[in-house]
């Protein structure tokens, strides 16, 4: 079984913390740990808890995320109502999967954290990539991988009639409309893009984590 994306909230704002850690916690594949408010606080919590992503505000009242980022060595992405270009830069340099300027519609965050745990899964293992992977899982990554127009296909609609009100696998699906397993996961991915399908990840007891699709109500 594969462990769920330890992740910790970093932001002074208590509520505002909290708030961002109950998104994290509804997702499919995440753990929150519980928010810090400083950096100091921060600090601690990567040595002694070992989160594998970190949500971090950019201005704290004892130092600087993006540093933060930087000397920690894991993944983050930077949430601040920081929106100057240097900034975001800086931010990006530094090595930040993704950065959201507040004030942002929840969708948002939950969608940088689903593209994130996608990216994670297609990185996963010890497998020599391909570039093509690597292309995929950035694109995923970056929110920009098999875009296809915002009107729906033809493909695009027997794919949402096939799935109807259940819940099922690219395989599934493919198998339904009379498409590849591969052709079919490309269209529900452009449909997770446009919120049109929800993704979760379903654990089992081997092997990578498969994902399930459902219409968006």
């Known amino acids: 079984m594969t462990d769920p994306i330890r992740t910790l909230v970093l932001d002074d704002d208590f509520r505002v913390g909290q708030l961002h850690r109950s998104i994290v916690d509804e997702r499919p594949g995440y753990l929150a740990l519980e928010p810090v408010r400083t950096i100091a606080e921060a600090r601690a919590a990567v040595r002694d808890l070992a989160p594998e992503l970190l949500l971090a505000d950019v201005y704290l009242p004892d130092g600087d995320g993006i540093a933060l980022v930087r000397e920690a060595g894991i993944d983050a992405i930077h949430i601040s109502a920081a929106d100057d270009p240097a900034t975001v830069r800086r931010a990006l340099r530094s090595g930040a999967h993704a950065y959201l300027i507040k004030p942002f519609e929840r969708r948002a965050l939950v969608g940088a954290l689903d593209r994130y745990a996608r990216y994670r899964n297609l990185l996963a293992g010890s497998r020599p990539l391909q570039q093509k992977d690597l292309d995929r899982a950035l694109g995923i990554l ?76």
Do not use: K, M, N
């Open 142 to 217: 970056h929110g920009s991988a098999e875009q296809v127009s915002t009107s729906r296909s033809a493909t695009e609609q027997l794919v949402l009639a096939a799935l109807g009100d259940d819940e099922a696998s690219a395989a599934e699906i493919g198998e339904r409309v009379g498409i590849s397993r591969a052709t079919a996961q490309r269209h529900l991915a452009a449909l997770a893009e446009r919120d049109a399908v929800e993704v979760r990840l379903r654990y089992g007891a081997t092997g990578r984590p498969e994902h399930r699709y459902t219409r968006t109500a």
